[in-house]
């Protein structure tokens, strides 16, 4: 079965600062990975994917990801992090049963 | 496209009641998801549809839940009877294809069993 994992509840980083939320994955064959990001009462947005090809994927709000088959990771990362990218973060899997499963989110929070 | 759209928005119901929550997919999506967000156990898969077909109800926590997918443009999830432990937001999703396409989400149902 799939899964992915996040292994952080919750980011804390200062406005300008790099962030990372990070998230691992368990597949049997090669897997789709997705990030969505959730504001309060609203519903999931889509980031990024990574399919096939170049380990780093660029994405919506200068948000990029990295795919590292070796460590079965896919971290989400920003160079400058702003206030408003305070949200709720999920990591997801795709494989060929076509369901979608997702990490138990990360809150990054990024203070002023 | 206005997005997939679920109905309503807010639902307060009085345990023992039956609840539907509704989803209309983005036209030409084949695939369609029912998801449960609690802080307990963070976002669930309950079942999902291909063109109209249940193909894994796995995530259906007990039989009082059930879906239906009639057309291609409309789901319902059912609970009856409901119960306090139900209270959540429910998001309904659709996506085009499998695999490697993204799935779109709804605003969500935030279901309150009281």
Redesign the interface.
Known sequence: AQSVAQPEDQVNVAEGNPLTVKCTYSVSGNP?L?W?VQYPN?????LL?Y?TGDNLVKGSYGFEAEFNKSQTSFHLKKPSALVSDSALY?CAV????????????TRLTVKP | DAGVIQSPRHEVTEMGQEVTLRCKPISGHDYLFWYRQTMMRGLELLIYFNNNVPIDDSGMPEDRFSAKMPNASFSTLKIQPSEPRDSAVYFCASSVLGGSTEAFFGQGTRLTVV
């Open positions: 789709y997705f969505y609203r519903g999931l947005q889509f994917k399919i999920f795709r494989v060929v049963s076509n369901d979608m499963r997702f990490g138990a989110g």
